[in-house]
């Protein structure tokens, strides 16, 4: 199954990319994520994604799930998302 590249951009260094290569369905859950109430937290392949309203984070363990924020705010990446399921 293809996978599609989601660009973000890290909060603390804005000149730090993280770059996550998923699956349609993945990409799927992710929007749902941002869409659904919040707090939440989602595991997807080895990462897990945090919710919480006005931040999406994420980590390799769920303890700390929101450990590595991302500049861009939910609405943002949710567009990013729309766009790649677009392609």
């Known amino acids: 199954m293809p ?3 989601l ?5 603390i260094d804005h000149s730090k990319k993280f770059t996550f290569y998923f699956t349609r369905t993945q990409l799927q859950k992710l ?3 941002l869409s659904g109430p ?3 937290t989602s595991k997807i392949e080895n990462n897990y994604f945090s919710y919480h309203g006005s931040y999406l984070g994420h980590n ?3 303890t700390h ?3 590595y924020s991302f500049h ?8 990013k998302i ?3 399921l677009l392609q």
């Open 82 to 84: 729309k766009e790649l």
């Open 72 to 79: 861009e705010d939910p609405s943002e990446i949710k567009n």
């Open 7 to 11: 660009e973000l951009t890290y909060d």
């Open 60 to 62: 390799t363990d769920k």
């Open 65 to 67: 799930a929101s450990k």
């Open 38 to 40: 919040e707090p939440k």
């Open 31 to 33: 929007h749902s994520l």
């Open 3 to 5: 996978r599609l590249k």
